[in-house]
């Protein structure tokens, strides 16, 4: 595993730890937040696997290692400062004890004049007319409808998206797309296909053109 620079550069407490927050690669979506120590950090580069240190326990813990739910280190990066840390990490399953995925699952306050909206919100909010059906939901009307009538959403909607490129209207380029990206998202749970299935499309093609790239450097 590539390192970037000395493990002493860090700024550990007193006690000889470092607080790590850990974020879902591909979602960058919140797990949880634990402390390290020069062994873990050392552990973790070596396995792969997020190797933290229990502050009640006093060892040692690779996460994962009773619940099965293992977190593959994608990377480690530390702020500005050194002093603490941020894991990116693919996910076998949830991080929290108690089952949720996360361990912040605790509202604490939400700000009534602002909206936290992701691309995982909207499919499911989809996916949940597909669920439990309501009448008058344009998008229960698709599901209700089937493959057919999504495919020729689908399709109509690209040729909007074109007609509107091809006229040099930004906004209206952007309220096509968002029409497409919706039908497309509809189409996606109709055949069974996830938000993840098509970040690990992207990100194989990727790989392949890093990798096509450093060839060329090569020759």
């Known amino acids: 595993m590539e390192t970037f620079f000395n493990i002493d550069e860090l700024k550990f407490d007193d006690r000889g730890l470092i607080p ?15 402390y390290m120590n020069r062994e873990s950090i050392e552990k973790t ?7 933290y240190w229990s502050r009640s326990r006093q060892e040692l813990w690779c996460k994962g290692e009773t619940s099965g739910n293992y ?40 700000n009534p004049e602002l909206e936290d909206f992701t691309m995982e919100d909207l499919i499911q909010l989809i996916d949940g ?17 089937g493959r057919e009538k999504i495919l020729k959403k689908v399709g109509e909607e690209s040729t909007e998206v074109i007609i509107a490129g091809a006229t040099d ?15 497309v998202m509809v189409l996606m749970i109709n055949m069974g296909i996830s938000l ?24």
């Open 20 to 34: 790590a927050i850990t974020i879902e690669a591909g979602t960058h979506r919140l797990l949880m937040q634990a």
């Open 45 to 51: 580069v070596e396995t792969g696997l997020a190797t």
């Open 71 to 110: 977190q593959h280190v994608v990377s480690i990066t530390a702020d500005c400062d050194r002093d603490s840390l941020e894991l990116v990490v693919v996910a076998d399953g949830p991080a929290c004890h108690t089952g949720e995925y996360s361990c912040f699952h605790e509202p604490l306050w939400k």
């Open 129 to 145: 007319r597909r669920t439990s059906p309501k009448e008058g939901s344009y998008t229960t009307y698709l599901f209700q409808k």
């Open 169 to 183: 209207d930004k906004a209206e380029t952007i309220y096509e797309i968002s029409d497409l990206v919706y039908h």
């Open 196 to 219: 993840e299935d098509i970040r690990q499309e992207l990100a194989s093609r990727h790989v392949i053109d890093h990798k096509v790239k450093q060839e060329k450097m090569t020759k």
